[in-house]
């Protein structure tokens, strides 16, 4: 898979992007990846245990963890979000996953408008584990209306302030466009995911049909949660899975 890295210990693949996180993981040959979502937010400090806690429970390593979806209060200032992404790639570090500034592991990272968490908090997380002749299996991280990579977000966001029908219409293609180019490295598309994730609190149902549809998109249905993404000034955020086997964890 051209433009893709091997995470060996976790048996996956990933796509390098930054380094807090990665665009996107795919499990490799013999394996899957398993999603668990948790009933309600578990904050980062005891999300982390409970994971470890799981991931030796199924007999797999700590390199296994792969992908995660976080929760936070609000909105983060730049500087704000790089301090908590340090903070955040430290746990990673001590569970052997990164290695200088290489993060294989996926992640999306929004705030719910409505009842958002006291502090930041684990949605769900994705593991590999040993799977014999399994399907192909995927998770691609989350991302909002700007290019990854640059300095500073505010400068490249697409059509940055402009929340109208012209301005949501061009926010979403280009995140369409850019999963499409995500799943393509893993040489996949629309007709390979079984969950489609959109967060945004603006009104974006002129857009279903026509820019989510016409691609494929809403095969399975679309989950619209009605939070924004991490950053001040960030509109419009997707991510997408093709994940064979989910579960709810009670806490």
């Known amino acids: 898979m051209t433009g893709t890295l091997e995470m060996a210990s976790g048996n996956y693949r990933y796509i390098p992007a930054v380094f807090q996180y990665s665009a996107g993981v795919a499990a490799a040959p013999g394996y899957a990846i398993e999603r668990v979502r948790f009933a309600r937010p578990v904050p980062l400090r005891e999300g982390f245990a409970r994971i470890a ?12 963890f792969c992908a995660c979806e ?18 955040y790639v430290e746990v990673l570090r001590e569970w052997g996953i990164v290695d200088g500034e290489r993060n294989p592991v996926a992640r999306s990272n929004v705030c719910p408008e409505v009842d ?19 399907p192909r299996s995927f998770v691609i991280a989350g991302s909002a209306e700007v290019p990854e990579g640059h300095s500073d977000y ?6 940055r302030g402009d929340i109208g029908p012209d301005g949501l219409r061009e926010k979403a293609r280009w995140v369409l466009g850019e999963m499409e180019r ?14 489609v ?10 857009l279903l049909a026509e820019e989510f549809g016409r691609r494929g998109a809403l095969r399975h249905g679309l989950t619209w949660h009605y939070n924004r993404p991490p950053v001040v000034d960030l509109d419009f955020e997707m991510d997408c899975r093709c994940v064979h086997r989910e579960r709810v964890l009670e806490v």
């Open 116 to 134: 958002p968490p006291g502090e930041p908090s684990f949605h769900a997380f994705a593991y590999t584990v040993a799977a014999p002749d399994a």
């Open 182 to 195: 995500r799943m393509g490295l893993f040489e996949a598309g629309w007709r390979d995911v079984t969950g």
């Open 70 to 87: 976080l929760r936070s209060p609000g909105q983060f200032t730049e500087e704000g979000f790089r301090a908590f992404n340090r903070a």
């Open 154 to 159: 505010r400068a490249h966001i697409v059509r």
């Open 197 to 206: 994730q959109l967060y945004t609190v603006h009104d974006v149902h002129p």
């Open 53 to 64: 806690e799981l991931i030796g429970a199924a007999g797999r390593p700590l390199t296994a």
